[in-house]
Each structure stands twice: as structure tokens, then as C-alpha cells.
């Protein structure tokens, strides 16, 4: 996408208007159907404008600082999403923290890396990134997920439930792991997540936007999240009900909950792929899925331990399962810095497996 010099698309910040609109009404009253049903095409036009932006501020700050402001600014509000219905009570919440942040795993390691590297395979037939980058990304990622929803099987009385010092052992220690990674990436070692030499496509030839467009785009990009996860929060006690009356498990809502919070993220990696950007694509991925846990289970321990409410971490043994499996298979794939279809391929398929025995245990 070319970014635009002397302004914005009338819809770029038309549609986060509407949804704050929307937001605001729903809100104020009890929301019919019909504004429901309006609010659900409003937030799926919100995301293309969040992503919109979202380009617009990477192409202002360059890589890998852009991603990041993406990958950071959309686990904040997937954090303020959690932290409100872990408050609201009810019976699940206290597994909501663990299936949401797994799902976003999940979704992006399986489903949105196999489907940047499916759709870039097809057009480009061989890509290729840093391998530095990827494998410190994914040596942090492994960390991560086995201290926090590993490990809570083996160390607790309770099962998968930290006491309140291991949980904030837990915390301090995802802070560290991701503090270091952010550092890594933006100062210390940061030629190891840009595009190599000859690669990145037109859009990083063209002349970067002015500092009053990225800075008017980077607040309407906090907008539009606002409005994404305000609205998807609005749509859940419905989305619960639909899940109820299915009588399907309730962790698929913690699925779609990650999946509205990552949709602006997961348009704009596609997006990059399919321009022969694949850099960009790995950094808005793999920086997504550290930064959901890195900054997640810091913020909703911290919740628990002062309010008392009950969290638990740990995975099931299925669920165990499929990480150790996406683990392995993420080295594999991405070892050699180079990636075809086929290794999009089998990153969706393990994606609809875990879809699939999601909805039928």
C-alpha cells in the first residue's frame, strides 16, 4: 500500500468514528439486534483502518521499531479486554487469561504465520528472512509459554493454579524475557530483524509520510483499537450465549476473543507477505505472540494477586500437546531462513486441529 503524503482516506477514520458512535449507543442502552449486527461489520472495517494506520506509523519509524508499535499498542487493549471480564465474575473467567493468551499462540504461530507463508509462497514460490531474528523470537517465545502455561502443572498443589509467590515469580520473569527481546530487536542486535539486502518491495523506496500524518495516524490507530476491542466486548455476552446454546466448550470464546484482538495485526502481516516483505511479516507475528504473553500475564497476576481473584495457567494435557507440536515444528520451518508452501501447509494444518478439538474435545 502506498502511504499517502498530503492526508488520509476519508475512511480511515470515518469507520472509528462510527464504531466509538456505536460503542457509545451500545453502552447507553440495552443493544438490539440491529445495532448488533451493525456493530459487527463496523468493527471488521475498523481493523482494515487500524491496519491502514498501523502502516502508515512502521513506514514513519521503520523496522523493527513500526511492528512493534502495533504489536504493543494491540496487547495493551487485549489486556484492558481481559482484566474487565476477569472482574465481571462468572463462572469460566478464571481459565479466560490462559485460553485467550494460548489461543493467541495458537492462532498466531499456526494460523497467521501459515497463512503469510501459504500466500507468499504462492506468489513468490521462495521467501526469505533473518534467521537470527526468528530463532531468538522463538527461543524467548518457548520460555515463555513453559513457565507460564507449563509449568503451573508441576509446581502447584492446587493444579494449574500458581500460588500467589510462583505467580509472581511468573510475572517478573516474562517481564525480563520480554524486556530483553525488545531490547535485542531494537537496539542491541537490531540487523537482525530487518529486511535483507534486495528485498522489501516498492513501499520501502517510497518517501516515508510527514511526522503530523504518522502522528494524526498513530492516534487514530489507538482509536481504532479501542473501538475494536470495546465493540468485541460488547458483542461477547452474545457471542457466550451463541457458545451456550451450541453447547460448545467455553474456551472457544477465549479463541475469538484473540482473533478479534489480532485481526488488525494478522491483515497487515498477510499484507506484507504477499508484497515479498516476509521480514515484516515474522516481526509483526512472532513480536505479537511474545509480546500477548511477555505483557499479558504480568498485568492479569498482577490483578489476581490484589484482588484475589483465582487464576489459572496451567494447560491441559491436549492443549500441552499442541504447543510442544507447534514449538517444533516453528524451529523446523523457519531453521533455514527460507520458507515455501509447504511450510505454510503444515503450520494450518496443526492451526485446524487445534480449532477443530476445540469444538469437539
Excluded at 498530503?6 to 472509528?16: D, F, H, L
Excluded at 440495552?30 to 471488521?44: C, D, K, M, R
Excluded at 531494537?186 to 502522528?215: I, M, Q
Excluded at 484482538?261 to 505472540?289: F, K, W
Aim: hydrophobic share 60%.
Amino acid at each position: 500500500m502506498q502511504v499517502p503524503q498530503a492526508g488520509m482516506p476519508w475512511w480511515s477514520w470515518t469507520w472509528p468514528a462510527l464504531a466509538l458512535v456505536l460503542l457509545g449507543a451500545a453502552l447507553m442502552t440495552e443493544p438490539p439486534v440491529l445495532l448488533l449486527g451493525a456493530a459487527g461489520v463496523v468493527l471488521v472495517a475498523t481493523v482494515f483502518a487500524a491496519v491502514f494506520h498501523a502502516e502508515v506509523v512502521a513506514h514513519r519509524v521503520g523496522e523493527p521499531f513500526g511492528t512493534l508499535v502495533l504489536a504493543l499498542a494491540v496487547t495493551v487493549i487485549e489486556v484492558a479486554l481481559i482484566v474487565s471480564v476477569m472482574l465481571g465474575g462468572g463462572s469460566g473467567k478464571t481459565e479466560l487469561a490462559r485460553d485467550t493468551v494460548f489461543a493467541a499462540v495458537m492462532i498466531i504461530c499456526n494460523g497467521l504465520v501459515g497463512l503469510c507463508l501459504l500466500s507468499g509462497g504462492v506468489r513468490h514460490r521462495v521467501q526469505g528472512f533473518r534467521l537470527h531474528g526468528a530463532l531468538a523470537a522463538l527461543a524467548v517465545l518457548a520460555a515463555l509459554v513453559t513457565l507460564t502455561l507449563v509449568l503451573p502443572n508441576f509446581v502447584s498443589t492446587a493444579g494449574p493454579v500458581f500460588t500467589a509467590p510462583q505467580l509472581l515469580f511468573a510475572a517478573a520473569a516474562s517481564l525480563v524475557l520480554y524486556g530483553s527481546f525488545v531490547f535485542v530487536q531494537t537496539v542491541r542486535h537490531r540487523d537482525y530483524f530487518l529486511p535483507e539486502s534486495g528485498t522489501g518491495g516498492e513501499k520501502e523506496h517510497a518517501a516515508p509520510p510527514s511526522g503530523r500524518l504518522a502522528l494524526s495516524s498513530f492516534g487514530l490507530l489507538l482509536v481504532c483499537l479501542v473501538a475494536v476491542v470495546g465493540l468485541a466486548k460488547v458483542l461477547t455476552p452474545t457471542l457466550e450465549w451463541g457458545i451456550d446454546g451450541l453447547g460448545i466448550p467455553k474456551a472457544v470464546s477465549g479463541i475469538v476473543i484473540a482473533m478479534l484482538v489480532l485481526m488488525p495485526e494478522g491483515v497487515a502481516a498477510v499484507r506484507a507477505a504477499r508484497a515479498d516483505r516476509l521480514q515484516t511479516s515474522m516481526n509483526l507475528a512472532l513480536g505479537s505472540a511474545l509480546a500477548s504473553i511477555g505483557l499479558t500475564i504480568p498485568a492479569v497476576a498482577l490483578v489476581s494477586v490484589l484482588t484475589g481473584h483465582p487464576l489459572a495457567l496451567g494447560l491441559g494435557p491436549k492443549d500441552q500437546v499442541l504447543l510442544a507440536l507447534t514449538l517444533l515444528v516453528a524451529v523446523i520451518t523457519l531453521g533455514t531462513g527460507r520458507t515455501t508452501v509447504l511450510q505454510g501447509i503444515v503450520h494450518l494444518v496443526i492451526f485446524a486441529s487445534f480449532l477443530f478439538f476445540a469444538v469437539m474435545p
